[in-house]
């Protein structure tokens, strides 16, 4: 039997459709208007990333920024069958890193089963938590399950809310859950908050070519998951990974005004060393 988050799904028709066909609908409209990154040829176009850092925004304004990101899911949709998935807290502060008190969580799309042997895996360590109420109406996690649906066949899911967690708290989480190439990795942030759109441009172009660089010193004004994404890039350079930003927007070019904007970009991280799957 399953346990579902409480507040299930708890922003459908906010933040994307509550009905089923709409959110389809929706979710064809960001694939289309997408940036094209199936060609990536970091390694070979057949080659799956690692790791994805996506924006969370209403699908209105960064959808087609996300599916950039998740495009490059749909050649090994039969491959991936666990992602581990981290966004920062928005509404209630945890210290470290929180699980939730469920089993299964929910949209309009159908059910998403918990990783449970994964999360069995981490919560002895220090910095994990469980918190029903840091989950409960957390979009930050909840508006990439969609897309993860669209693009994936059937996978369990490791959700963790990031509230004040090091660097180093971060990278040790991801290294117990890392796995193979049946392991995805997506962090959820958005970039800059309310700037003027040069102002924003400005400082996520900044902020781009440091996740590029695996700076693992970002802040709350450059990210508001930064705490989740240095601990991705630490990951990621005992891993050697590559990054590769596939898009960098603002609300200001997709569906706003630019008299007050908040920044978007999707990245992949790639094992350069990994064979590219076979079809």
Same mark, same amino acid.
């Given at each position: ?14 933040? &994307? ?36 850092? +996506?924006?969370?925004? #209403? ?10 990101? &998740? ?15 981290? #966004?920062?807290?928005?509404? +209630? ?12 969580? $929910? ?7 918990? *990783?449970?042997? =994964? ?7 220090? @910095? ?13 996690? !909840? ?7 669209? +693009?994936? /066949? ?13 660097? $180093? @708290?971060?990278?040790?989480?991801? !290294?117990? +859950?890392? =796995? =193979?190439? $049946? ?6 942030? *958005? ?5 003027? &759109?040069?102002?924003? @441009? ?18 709350? $004004? ?21 990054? @590769?930003?596939? *898009?960098?927007?603002?609300? #200001? /070019?997709?569906? =706003?005004?630019? /008299?007050?904007?908040?920044? &978007? ?9 990994? !064979?590219?799957?076979?079809?």
């Amino acid at each position: 039997m399953f346990t579902t988050r409480p507040a299930a799904a708890a922003v459908a028709g906010s933040f &994307y459709p509550a009905q089923p066909e709409a959110l389809r609908c929706e979710l064809a409209r960001c694939f289309s208007a997408a940036r094209n990154t199936t060609d990536l040829t970091i390694k070979s176009p057949k080659t799956s990333p690692k790791a994805l850092i +996506v924006p969370h925004a #209403g699908y209105i304004y960064s959808g087609e920024i996300a599916a950039s990101a &998740y495009n490059l899911l749909i050649h090994c949709r039969n491959k991936i069958n666990n992602v581990v998935l981290l #966004g920062p807290v928005h509404r +209630v502060w945890v210290p470290g890193l929180a699980l939730p008190d469920a089993t299964a969580f $929910e949209t309009p799309l159908g059910r998403v089963k918990l *990783d449970q042997a =994964g999360m069995a895996a981490i919560a002895s360590l220090p @910095q994990i938590s469980v918190s029903a109420a840091a989950h409960a109406e957390e979009h930050s996690l !909840e508006v990439q399950l969609p897309f993860l649906q669209s +693009v994936l /066949d059937d996978f369990t899911l490791l959700p963790l809310a990031v509230g004040g967690a090091s660097p $180093e @708290q971060v990278a040790e989480v991801l !290294e117990k +859950v890392w =796995g =193979g190439e $049946e392991t995805l990795i997506v962090v959820s942030s *958005d970039l800059s908050h309310f700037l003027v &759109y040069a102002a924003a @441009q400005r400082r996520d172009a900044v902020t781009a070519q440091a996740i590029l660089d695996l700076d693992t010193h970002l802040v709350g $004004e450059q990210a508001c998951g930064a705490h989740p994404i240095n601990g991705l890039a630490l990951a990621a350079r005992r891993h050697g990974l590559v990054a @590769q930003l596939l *898009d960098l927007r603002n609300s #200001g /070019d997709t569906a =706003g005004s630019q /008299d007050r904007v908040v920044g &978007y970009a999707a990245f992949a991280f790639m094992e350069l060393n990994r !064979e590219p799957f076979k079809s």
